[in-house]
């Protein structure tokens, strides 16, 4: 059959009509505006953490590791980066001339929207509404999708253990539900480190950088960073001198729950549009008439 001009512009008609169709008769499960993105809940903790009030004592760390029953002599401490072994991390030099190696405290960033969470395909890391990201040891297959997930490379796995398992901060979640406040921030001696409801830590932060009482860089590390982080950092030099990424504001998580949400309606969408496309053609050819064929065409 030959195909005209009004035949394919008929044809890209009736594939437009019921494109439109299955994306509207999709299940509703796979509307892409029934997935919320998440927020931060108005009741959820924080951390701050004013890297111009460290003096790299290293309590903190040492507190985190009494609290996880892991080591804590000075070589462990000194690890880099985040392991198994190490929870949290801290720089110990304080020489100004060498931004890169400020005493910093590092741990996992509990994000708002977690990407290790998203990636985990067996529920082993569960965002909770009060803020922790918290790790059930006992869901764990060892995929290790959460560390290829993680901008900030935290969770890494006990490579030296048979059947490897991550260990991570959970910003002391089970302190939190006792009613006190983590570890490392009973500890601390400076005030470096303050816990709360993340609105009011937001609004400390900037009352510090504002305030002209101290010497901040216009930027609260974590405040809009990926979606958002529980753990928010001030600091008198750029982040990226302290060896913090620079990352977008859009969660990898919000990212990938859009594309893989998505992807179900366009599927039913294009396989209607295609039966349309398959079923017009169809009926095309039916309705044309029989080519009639001459005798003297046959030879006859």
Not at 59 to 87: E, F, G, Y
Not at 191 to 215: C, D, M, P, S, V
Not at 227 to 240: D, H, I, K, Q
């Amino acid at each position: 059959m030959k195909l005209t001009r009004r035949d394919f512009l008929k044809i890209c008609g009736a594939g437009a009509v019921t494109l439109g169709v299955g994306a509207k008769f999709a299940p509703p499960a796979l509307d892409m505006g029934s997935q919320n993105v998440p927020v931060p809940p108005r009741n959820a903790s924080g951390m701050l953490i004013d890297t111009t009030k460290c003096v790299g004592c290293q309590r903190c760390q040492v507190a985190c590791q009494t609290n996880r029953n892991l080591p804590t002599d000075t070589k462990i401490r000194a690890l880099s980066p985040v392991s198994p072994s190490v929870v949290q991390l801290m720089n110990v030099s304080t020489d100004p001339a060498k931004p890169q190696n400020l005493p910093v405290k590092r741990q996992c960033m509990n994000c708002v929207n977690p990407a290790c969470v998203a990636a985990c395909t067996v529920g082993a890391l569960q965002k909770r509404p009060d803020g922790p990201v918290v790790y059930d040891s006992s869901r764990c297959i060892g995929c290790r999708y959460c560390m290829y997930a993680c901008p900030f490379g935290v969770p890494t796995f006990e490579w030296s253990k048979q059947f490897s398992l991550i260990s991570k901060c959970d910003s002391c979640a089970a302190r939190i539900d006792q009613g006190k406040v983590p570890a490392c921030v009973e500890a601390c001696p400076a005030n470096a480190l303050t816990f709360g409801k993340r609105e009011e830590l937001l609004t400390i932060a900037n009352q510090r950088i504002y305030g002209g009482k101290g010497n901040y860089v216009h930027h609260v590390y974590g405040e809009h960073e990926i979606g958002g982080t529980s753990m928010m950092y001030l600091a008198a030099v750029p982040f990226e001198q302290l060896g913090f990424p620079d990352l977008p504001e859009e969660a990898p998580a919000e990212i990938n729950a859009t594309i893989m949400h998505s992807t179900p309606t366009i599927a039913v969408a294009m396989a209607t549009a295609l039966s349309g496309i398959y079923w017009f053609v169809k009926k095309s050819r039916e309705a044309q008439p029989e080519p009639v064929v001459s005798h003297h065409e046959n030879g006859g």
